[in-house]
């Protein structure tokens, strides 16, 4: 007979004939004449090919990224890069290393408000409706996008010793 020892990344199986097996994915055999099979840990270590010599290193996830699927023995680590927000939306829901950024729309001041909190990249804008002038007053001076209507109240006169010398006031 022939003398054979399994080669590198083979086990010798017990029990079917003594004959040499390629390692399953997720496990290894580093050196030859090996009985048995190392675990890749699935965490720090992973294969996916059978007959391995060893584990290939879990891809790590760069700061602009996050994991979307998690290592396991046989899958390495797969990542996913993050949304990034444009000028006409801000984060709502922060980046994390196992999830995506969030990103909501600004909202728009109406015609009758103002702004009172400018639009942010981590803040929405914020509005106000403009004052409303009440019954027995003057609009002295209209609302725009970041001042309030101002609203006087007329002047009354005491008839017949007094009389208005400016209109509309």
């Not at 080669?7 to 004939?17: D, E, L, P």
């Not at 990224?65 to 709502?92: F, G, I, K, L, W």
Request: hydrophobic share 25%.
């Amino acid at each position: 007979g022939e003398c054979r020892s399994c080669s590198v990344g083979q086990y010798k199986a017990t029990g079917i004939g003594l004959a040499c097996r390629s390692c399953p994915r997720g496990r290894f055999a580093a050196a030859t004449q090996q009985s048995r099979c190392e675990a890749c840990d699935g965490v720090n270590t992973w294969q996916d090919a059978r007959g391995a010599r060893a584990c290939k290193t879990v891809r790590q996830c760069s700061s602009e990224q996050y994991e979307t699927t998690p290592p396991s023995m046989t899958n390495d680590r797969v990542c996913a890069s993050h949304t990034v927000c444009v000028s006409t939306e801000y984060e709502s829901k922060a980046a994390t290393t196992d999830g995506d950024r969030e990103c909501s729309p600004h909202t728009y001041c109406a015609a009758n408000e103002m702004e009172v909190t400018p639009a942010g990249t981590h803040a929405d804008r914020e509005c106000k409706a403009h004052t409303v002038c009440l019954a027995g007053e003057w609009e002295r001076s209209p609302g725009g996008i970041h001042v309030d209507r101002q609203c006087v109240a007329f002047t009354k006169c005491a008839w017949p010793a007094q009389w208005i010398s400016t209109p509309g006031t």
